[in-house]
């Protein structure tokens, strides 16, 4: 048996069954059933592979109460430049913490409307991407109409508040771009735990649209974050887009790429940073379906203590999908004598004309370059995070929204043991 | 599509009924089609097998009959069946000299026409078409003249069944100690059911005097398609030993499911080179070798080493992983493959280095080539163990593809669990490109040529690790089997 039931989540299953029949809505009810089909996927699940999912699978899971957001939580979690902000809790809008609605945004609740959800992500073997669907409640649309721009990035804030029960939450961002659109899309998930948060992004670009778009995992150590991304990209569209890992216990993204139109670019980037039994699971996967496309995916671990990362990604080139240029690339630097890191770069190729290329590479902080720093008199502790910082900043320093490059290089730092000794003016933003 | 493919598979069914029934009518010594203990008893006792060997195959068997028919391999253009295992015979004696082909003149013109490009000797032709030749070239005594001059150096180097009476105790040491009898579906049926192979044992010290091959026994091997290959070499030995044939074979077997095992104790050196050219099937995709192989080596001693080199143009599916298990501290695993792919031939091919012992390394290169409707998979896995201090693996996979309907996969899986291993994995995607071929023909060289000069370019790392007359032929065979790939 690949996975286990989920029936011992009764309580779970009871909610969902109630929200599938307060809403009418038929992908709610195949959501359902399909999660009663898959379960609680298991290690001999090929896509779960990586993933310790025992104590999730063993958890009586409820969906997460209705609150409000505790603002002092939310102050940290501020991005300078961006004044638009909406804020979630526990899968709920709060209106209070939030700032008004600019054009082209609207709330999707608190009864999605079903022909707006699952038009671009289709993982129908993924439980807890069915899971998503059979329990939203709120959702956020950005919708940009053919040669508009939305100026100004959109901060995304969802907050996993449980009381004294473990609690599952999810929010849906749905960003459609008309012709040559522009739009910026910024989420932080956060909060404490034992949550189960199971995010779900679904982005469809016109021709020429420019969608940017990063997602900030800053939860507590007892929170499952297992999300997804989906993108689906017309002719000429560009989809930019960010997974910065500093927080959480487990954190999965599942994100599908589709370049449908001639010439359209891709470009996924991660950086992780494992702490204590954290596991970061990537699996990635960039169809080119059409001619002269291009795409760029690099992820990169720095893993201390017993933290894992799995990297799994492929590149699908159509038949006839000439001119693909693609590259994928796995970084991974271990910390400690108990951090793993698995990767595996897949390309599966059914055109002759392309370029296509991966690398993986996997060890320890350079011990050279650790010895000139140390022979010039820097500790140790901030030679250490003046290299790992080197390491990030080739993901960080690709992003390309300042403000958010600006952003994460902070959080990052603040990660790094050593790194307050350094001037800012070191780090070159 | 689909259409056309059930037709051909059914026509080819057809033939595969025709042939087994065939052989069961004529030979006595061939055992119905089935598979059962009682079949594993027999070919145990036909082999005059000790009592803890069949055990050992009904073991085996218990296991297999539990397991189910491994389903991951990546085949797109390749209508998978999985196969009927009571449809195969397992037991067939040696065929009689008068079932075989006379003289080269009853042999298929197109096959002699191959050997013919790949310039082998007339009396190697015969042996390889299977022609019942006089007594000087007859495999057996050649390979029996080589064993009275390996003795000297106290080689030991005969066929599996001999092995198992003569020296007994080294067999049982050994086998299935590296793939155990239960290791995959595959293994485990030949661990139930196989006929014959080769042992290898080379004492402490002792270098190999010359290059060891199945080449001279090759028509023992048609016998069966189960056959098993242990060679040990003990501290401080080195062997090289080359497998395979370096011309079509006219190999009726559909499905052709080796074990090889190699142990290397401390300070020895396994090199194992493989020339595979088995029946591809014909420009339709019909008939084919099914080539579903277990090979894995033990770097057991401190500073042991196993290179394997393959070069794969034949089958219609292959499916094999030379892998290296490095044990012993400072160990080396090497893995160079060249896997050449036309028509609708299907090759999930790769190898799995396990880092286990201290300062370990291993080098991967690899090869694939994609013509026709051929589709490439490189499947490979790099593991590091927690105790694998300062491990090193450097793994390069380079595709190239030859026209629009031939497809290149690459699936490589990097697992590290020691922060002091360094783990390297590039690959990339090329074609030829037409501004090679127009700088040929501008210098006079044929378009064929061209191809055959770049492909041999492209495969040059791995052609080196080849002992020089294996070379030759490879690079020959390649030429072959590109033929009208490129218009």
């Known amino acids: 048996m690949c996975t286990q039931t989920i029936d011992n989540a009764f309580p779970l299953c009871d909610a969902i069954e109630a929200l599938a029949l307060q809403s009418m809505s038929e992908q709610r009810h195949a959501a359902c059933k399909r999660l009663h089909e898959l379960g609680w996927p298991t290690k001999r699940n090929e896509a779960f592979r990586y993933c310790t999912l025992k104590e999730l699978a063993e958890t009586k899971w409820k969906i997460g109460p209705v609150t409000t957001a505790d603002q002092t939580a939310l102050n940290g979690l501020a991005i300078d430049g961006t004044d638009v902000r ?20 609207r709330l999707l609740g608190p009864m999605l409307n079903e022909t707006e959800i699952d038009r671009v992500a289709n993982f129908t073997d993924d439980t807890f991407a069915q899971l998503a669907t059979a329990t939203t409640e709120d959702g956020v649309l950005v919708e940009v109409a053919d040669n508009q721009a939305i100026s100004e990035p959109i901060h995304i804030v969802h907050l996993s508040a449980p009381e004294s029960d473990p609690s599952t939450s999810t929010l849906r961002v749905i960003i459609r771009l008309g012709e040559n659109a522009r739009a910026c899309v910024l989420e932080t998930w956060a909060g404490n735990g034992p949550c189960l948060v199971t995010p779900m992004t679904e982005v469809e670009l016109a021709e020429g649209a420019h969608c940017n778009h990063a997602r900030l995992v800053e939860h507590g150590d007892d929170v499952w974050h297992m999300g997804a991304i989906a993108s689906k990209q017309a002719a000429r569209s560009t989809f930019e887009s960010v997974v910065l890992t500093i927080g959480g216990k487990t954190i999965r993204t599942l994100a599908h790429a589709s370049l449908d139109g001639e010439g359209a670019h891709a470009a996924m980037r991660g950086f992780g940073i494992g702490d204590d039994h954290r596991h970061i699971d990537s699996r990635l996967r960039v169809a080119h379906m059409a001619p002269n496309c291009t795409s760029r995916e690099i992820f990169k671990h720095l893993l201390p203590d017993h933290s894992t990362a799995a990297f799994t990604a492929r590149i699908y080139v159509n038949e006839g999908a000439h001119g693909t240029d693609a590259v994928q690339t796995s970084r991974n630097l271990l910390l400690s004598d108990t951090a793993k890191a698995w990767s595996c770069p897949q390309l599966e190729i059914y055109a002759d004309d392309v370029k296509c290329t991966h690398g993986a590479t996997t060890g320890e902080i350079d011990p050279g370059g650790l010895f000139y720093l140390r022979a010039r008199g820097v500790p140790e502790d901030t030679a250490r995070a003046l290299l790992a910082w080197a390491f990030a900043s080739e993901v960080i320093n690709e992003v390309p929204v300042p403000s958010l490059r600006t952003h994460l290089a902070r959080r990052i730092l603040a990660q790094l043991p050593g790194a307050e000794k350094l ?7 | 599509m689909s259409n056309d493919s059930n037709t051909t598979l ?60 491994p389903e991951w391999a990546h085949w797109p253009d390749h209508d998978w069946r999985p196969l009927d295992y009571q449809a195969i015979s397992y037991y067939s004696a040696p065929l009689r000299d008068e079932d075989r082909p006379q003289s080269l003149d009853e042999v298929d013109p197109k096959l002699l026409e191959t050997y013919e490009k790949l310039g082998i000797p007339l009396a190697e032709r015969a042996a390889l078409a299977g022609v019942a030749v006089d007594a000087v070239f007859d495999s057996v005594s050649v390979a029996t003249t080589f064993r009275d001059k390996l003795a000297e150096s106290g080689v030991i180097f005969c066929s599996f069944s001999e092995a198992v009476k003569d020296y007994p105790e080294l067999v049982k040491k050994y086998l299935g100690k590296v793939v155990s009898r239960t290791d995959n579906f595959f293994a485990a049926l030949n661990a139930a059911v196989f006929t014959d192979g080769s042992f290898v044992y080379i004492p402490k010290g002792v270098r190999c005097p010359m290059e060891l091959s199945t080449y001279f026994r090759i028509n023992q091997m048609n016998t069966g398609q189960f056959e098993r290959t242990l060679i040990v070499a003990d501290e401080g030995a080195y062997v090289s030993y080359l497998e395979g044939c370096t011309a079509p074979q006219r190999d009726e077997n559909q499905l052709h499911a080796a074990v090889v095992e190699l142990v290397a104790l401390e300070d020895a050196e396994i090199k194992y080179s493989t020339i595979q050219n088995w029946y591809p099937g014909d420009e339709n995709g019909v008939g084919g070798i099914y080539n579903f192989v277990t090979k894995r080596g033990l770097c057991a001693g401190d500073r042991s080493h196993i290179s394997w080199t393959q070069v794969e143009t034949g089958s219609a599916i292959t499916w094999k992983y030379p892998s290296c298990i490095l044990k012993g501290d400072d160990s080396i695993g090497e893995f160079y493959s060249v896997a050449l792919t036309n028509n609708y031939q299907q090759a999930d091919t790769g190898t799995k280095m396990i880092h286990v012992g201290k300062r370990t390394r291993s080098n991967i290169v690899s090869k694939g080539i994609s013509a026709g409707k051929g589709h490439n998979t490189y499947r490979g896995l790099v593991k590091i163990l927690p105790g694998a201090t300062e491990a090193r693996n450097y793994t390069q996979c380079d595709s190239m593809l030859m026209g629009t309907d031939c497809g290149a996969h690459t699936f490589p899986v990097i697992e590290v669990e020691n922060p002091t291993a360094q783990v390297e994995h590039e690959a990339s995607t090329t074609k030829i490109g037409e501004d090679q071929i127009f700088y040929c023909n501008q210098r006079g060289i044929s378009s064929e040529d061209a191809v055959s000069m770049i492909v041999n370019g492209f495969c040059r790392e791995v052609f080196a690790e080849l002992p020089m007359e294996f070379a030759v032929e490879a690079k020959a065979l390649l030429a072959v089997s590109l033929e009208n790939s490129v218009g």
Do not use: C, H
Request: proline fraction near 6%; avoid cysteine.
């Open chain 1, 86 to 105: 909406l804020v979630f809790v526990n899968g709920r809008f709060d209106a209070t913490a939030s700032s008004p609605l600019p054009d082209g945004v």
């Open chain 1, 423 to 429: 001037d800012e003016g070191v780090v070159s933003l």
């Open chain 2, 10 to 69: 059914d026509q080819w069914a057809e033939q595969s009924d025709y042939k087994w029934g065939f052989v069961t009518d004529i030979d006595a010594d061939t055992l119905p089609p089935g598979l059962n203990e009682d079949v594993i008893r027999i070919i145990s006792r036909r082999k005059e097998e000790p009592e803890w060997l069949l055990k050992w195959r009904l073991g085996a068997f218990e296991k297999w009959k539990l397991m189910t028919e």
